[in-house]
């Protein structure tokens, strides 16, 4: 889970850049996480708490703008079914992704 520290570092970093449309799109995923998360609720019964496994990416290849503040449970999937199709069309690529990927600590 997401600890309000971290939410609000994140925060701050991004209100430390110069605003443009990206800047912006963070900013508003990471307040609508917090104000879900830890904001005050009118009543007092206790809220379920959602892990949001949010995509924060920088890069400015086609693909990283695609993913970037998506949802990782809904690109899992199309990453996965991608990576089996490269494995069939492209072993070796396959294998030296996986290699790359097993040597991350």
């Not at 970093?13 to 990206?22: L, R």
């Not at 072993?91 to 600590?105: F, H, W």
Request: proline fraction near 4%; charge should be negative.
């Amino acid at each position: 889970m997401i600890s309000r520290r971290d939410l609000l570092n994140e925060i701050d970093k991004f209100e430390g850049m110069a605003p443009n449309m990206t800047v912006c799109e963070k900013l508003a995923h990471l307040y609508t996480m917090y104000d879900h998360l830890y904001g005050q609720a009118e009543n007092t019964e206790p809220q379920k708490v959602t892990q949001i496994n949010v995509i924060i990416a920088h890069g400015d290849s086609d693909f990283i703008r695609a993913v970037d503040g998506l949802d990782g449970e809904a690109v899992w999937p199309i990453l996965d079914e991608l990576m089996d199709c490269v494995k069939t069309l492209q072993p070796r690529v396959y294998d030296s992704v996986m290699r790359r990927l097993r040597a991350i600590v």
